[in-house]
């Protein structure tokens, strides 16, 4: 079996950000974990089937803190109960990451994802086993690929 080894490699790597309602800032990131050719030869030159993970930091606010003071917080392994309150996005910037992918048989390619925040909720009714204020982040993945080789 031929040795196997990443053939991917980041090139730039871009925090996101949204500002929500209640005061809370969260910092958002988006990872390339792996690129794979699916299809040589398409329109786009190649198509990849990508692994991207996603990643947030809240920063709550005082209110939302003194709200959730005596919530219990989750177990690890246990699910949130269903009291979720939407949030408003009054600001927000896309998380981005720049990976270069290279393989011999396809040649190199310069790999962007964007990921865009779109609606975000709280949970009402339970902390995170750290003790923090459970925020939930739905997001559209943006993912586009150049010939750089």
Known sequence: MPEER???SVRNI???????EDGTFIVQRVAVVDARPVRVGSPFGVDFDLVVLSGIS???SKEVLEELRDK???RPGEQPPGSWRPLKIVEKESAVEEVEYFDEEVGKYLIRVEIEPLMVSLNTSVRTPKGEPLYVVRWAPKATWTKVG
């Open 6 to 8: 990443p053939r991917i």
């Open 14 to 20: 871009k925090l996101g950000y949204l500002k929500l």
């Open 58 to 60: 809240p920063h709550p």
């Open 72 to 74: 219990p917080a989750l």
